[in-house]
């Protein structure tokens, strides 16, 4: 099993930043790939930003490219997310999660572990 648990979350006016951290315990060993996603308000959950757990590779979603950075930090067992030019169509409640397949995936289905989730409200 892996545990995940998110901080960071907050209120920013539009333009502003938010760096979302994620802590993983347990079996991280298993880790592959980390992945945060998003769901808004009347929407399904949406892939934001991934990240070898081993390597540097990342990927993220076309609408936060060149806004958001997912960075890691194996020592601590941790994923960051900061995102910069917040807008109003980022609020949402931002989760991370851990796959322990190879392979990168946007599919929220193929990620085993899950944590609570931590709310980003972006007002204008």
């Known amino acids: 099993q892996v545990q995940l648990v998110e901080a960071g979350g907050g209120s920013v006016q539009a333009g502003g930043s938010l760096r979302l951290s994620c802590v993983a315990s347990g079996r991280t060993f298993s880790i592959k790939v980390m992945g945060w996603f998003r769901r808004a308000p009347g929407k399904d959950r949406e892939f934001v930003a991934g990240t070898s757990w081993s390597d540097d590779n990342t990927f993220y979603e076309e609408s936060v490219k060149g806004r958001f950075t997912i960075s890691r930090d194996n020592v601590k067992n941790t994923v960051y997310l900061q995102m910069n030019s917040l807008n109003p169509e980022d609020t949402a409640v931002y989760y991370c999660?851990?796959?322990?397949?190879?392979?990168?995936?946007?599919?929220?289905?193929?990620?085993?572990?899950w944590g609570q989730g931590t709310q980003v409200t972006v007002s204008s």
């Open positions: 999660a851990a796959k322990v397949g190879l392979g990168f995936s946007i599919n929220y289905a193929t990620y085993a572990y």
